[in-house]
Nanobody, 123 residues
Framework: QVHLGESGGGLVQAGGSLRLSCVASGRTFQSYVMGWFRQAPGKEREFVAAVSRSGSTPYYGDSVKGRFTISRDNAKNTVFLQMSSLKLEDTAVYYC????????????????WGQGTQVTVST
């Protein structure tokens, strides 16, 4: 069992930056690919980014490429999402997730989810 807890969300002006963190419980953090998804009201959950077990390979959704950076610290059981040049359309609840196998882009392949953290981008 893995428990995930996100933090770092909040209100930010368009063009600004935020850094999300997700801390995982347990001793098997490094065995999971870690991902970030987001869901805006009335929309489906959207893939944002994922990072390989070692942290050497990142994956990004098209809408965030070049603006967001995912990283992980396996010694601290933590995955980060650095968000820059934020846009109004980035407003959503952001979820951290862990998966042990399958496509990193598909939400249903993830085994564990956090509760989410709200990110609101304003004008």
């Amino acid at each position: 069992q893995v428990h995930l807890g996100e933090s770092g969300g909040g209100l930010v002006q368009a063009g600004g930056s935020l850094r999300l963190s997700c801390v995982a419980s347990g001793r098997t953090f490094q065995s999971y690919v870690m991902g970030w998804f987001r869901q805006a009201p009335g929309k489906e959950r959207e893939f944002v980014a994922a990072v390989s077990r070692s942290g050497s390979t990142p994956y990004y959704g098209d809408s965030v490429k070049g603006r967001f950076t995912i990283s992980r610290d396996n010694a601290k059981n933590t995955v980060f999402l650095q968000m820059s040049s934020l846009k109004l359309e980035d407003t959503a609840v952001y979820y951290c997730a862990a998966e042990s196998g399958g496509s990193v882009y598909i939400a249903t392949t993830y085994d564990y989810w956090g509760q989410g953290t709200q990110v609101t981008v304003s004008t």
